[in-house]
T-cell receptor
Framework: GAVVSQHPSWVICKSGTSVKIECRSLDFQATTMFWYRQFPKQSLMLMATSNEGSKATYEQGVEKDKFLINHASLTLSTLTVTSAHPEDSSFYIC????WGQGGNQPQHFGDGTRLSIL | GESVGLHLPTLSVQEGDNSIINCAYSNSASDYFIWYKQESGKGPQFIIDIRSNMDKRQGQRVTVLLNKTVKHLSLQIAATQPGDSAVYFCAETPNTGNQFYFGTGTSLTVIP
């Protein structure tokens, strides 16, 4: 159980285009999902917390107009990288925690999206 | 503490030996800790967790030790196998928040 699906797994696009990444919890509901960015051989850096039915909470230094997050349902959050440029190339990973379970629960991660901007 | 953009430390062990991976955290308010394993090109995979009211927890071939006095967490892998080669991250969360903060990570290489 607790499977998180992320799509696409890999995308290459031209500079200036916008790219949407989907994160779905397949067998549980999640009021909160998280978006991370990871550079090669580095740790995961939290970008934002996606809240179902409300605005996302962005970490300091993350441009909210650049990285648009929508969490329209309890099983889907999307991250849109707007007007992407080569410096946005990275590995983006989402995670979710099951809703309604008492006590601490681990986050479950998708398999990430490799974004390459030419 | 929060994740930082440092390059990964590495650990090499012989197949069959035990591995110990360490993690230091800085937030005294953290009360839930998790170890994740990340293979190349994939997302992190849950290994084992521990709550702050415990100092040791065992799973299959893995043991997590928590020392709250010095804010230190370790993951012990018994009889390390080639399939254990990956990057291992510790993560912490405070009891007042929802976010998880990841440590620097350690790259484990198992030598056959």
């Amino acid at each position: 159980g607790a499977v998180v699906s992320q799509h696409p797994s890999w995308v290459i696009c031209k500079s200036g285009t916008s790219v949407k990444i989907e994160c779905r919890s397949l067998d549980f509901q999640a009021t909160t999902m998280f978006w991370y960015r990871q550079f090669p051989k580095q740790s995961l850096m939290l970008m934002a917390t996606s809240n179902e039915g409300s605005k996302a909470t962005y970490e300091q230094g993350v441009e909210k107009d650049k990285f648009l997050i929508n969490h329209a349902s309890l099983t889907l959050s999307t991250l849109t990288v707007t007007s992407a440029h080569p410096e946005d190339s990275s590995f983006y990973i989402c995670s979710a925690r099951p809703w309604g379970q008492g006590g601490n629960q681990p986050q479950h991660f998708g398999d990430g999206t490799r974004l390459s901007i030419l | 503490g929060e994740s930082v953009g440092l390059h990964l430390p590495t650990l090499s062990v012989q197949e069959g030996d035990n591995s110990i991976i360490n993690c230091a955290y800085s937030n005294s308010a953290s009360d839930y800790f998790i170890w994740y394993k990340q293979e190349s090109g994939k997302g992190p995979q849950f290994i084992i967790d521990i709550r702050s009211n415990m100092d040791k927890r065992q799973g299959q071939r893995v043991t997590v030790l928590l020392n709250k006095t010095v804010k230190h967490l370790s993951l012990q892998i018994a009889a390390t196998q080639p399939g254990d080669s990956a990057v291992y991250f510790c993560a912490e969360t405070p009891n007042t928040g929802n976010q998880f903060y990841f440590g620097t990570g350690t790259s484990l290489t198992v030598i056959p």
